[in-house]
């Protein structure tokens, strides 16, 4: 009985790890393809820049 209890609770706690680190990849995705945007962004402004 308490073997089995201290499984399920052992299972849930590797679930929710699992979801932060889902969560976490997500954000780091996020942020990355932000800055991809952004170095696009200024590189297209640097030319605008260069030919004034």
Excluded: H
């Amino acid at each position: 009985e308490q073997r089995l209890r201290y499984l399920k609770q052992q299972e849930r706690r590797q679930q929710q790890a699992v979801s932060e680190t889902e969560k976490l990849q997500r954000l780091k995705e996020r942020v990355e393809s932000q800055e991809a945007k952004l170095k696009k962004i200024r590189a297209m402004r640097g030319q605008v820049d260069y030919s004034k």
